[in-house]
């Protein structure tokens, strides 16, 4: 499963860094005004090498694809919010700067769904409808 929050940067936290028992890390924080009715911000971390290959700044919009994860400590649970890839808007990709979604910009997708007519369960082009079902090398339901 792919997360991703997309929004405003807000801001930019400080850089912190220090020495663990598998060397030296790195770690920037940023705070993501995502784009909602309800103005939501949510504090997102860059560990590494991600800090300066995607490197962030205030008031640009980007898609931040982020892994979740929680720990316990003293019986309290804490969650961290770590981006993995950042697409920012407007980049050299063109058009939004973020993938289509699947389905967006295709022809006749309103009724494929964004699927090539060859794909379409229901479509009078599909190869397992119109051929013989002998000539399948696999009987998997999907």
Do not use: H
């Amino acid at each position: 499963m792919e997360l991703f929050v997309q929004g405003k940067v807000a801001e930019v936290l400080e850089e912190q860094s220090g020495e663990g028992k598998n060397g030296p890390w790195r770690r920037r924080d940023f705070i993501l005004e995502m784009d909602d009715r309800f103005s939501r911000k949510v504090c997102i971390s860059q560990w590494g090498d991600s800090i300066d290959s995607d490197s962030v700044s205030v008031g640009e919009t980007i898609k931040a694809y982020i892994n979740l994860q929680s720990r316990e400590y003293n019986g309290r649970w804490y969650t961290d919010v770590r981006a993995w890839r950042i697409d920012k808007e407007g980049g050299e990709s063109g058009g939004s700067g973020y993938p289509d979604e699947p389905g967006i910009g295709d022809q006749g997708s309103s009724q494929s769904g964004g699927r090539p007519a060859s794909q379409n369960p229901g479509s009078k082009n599909n190869s397992m409808i119109d051929g013989d079902l002998d000539d399948v090398d696999d009987d998997l339901p999907f």
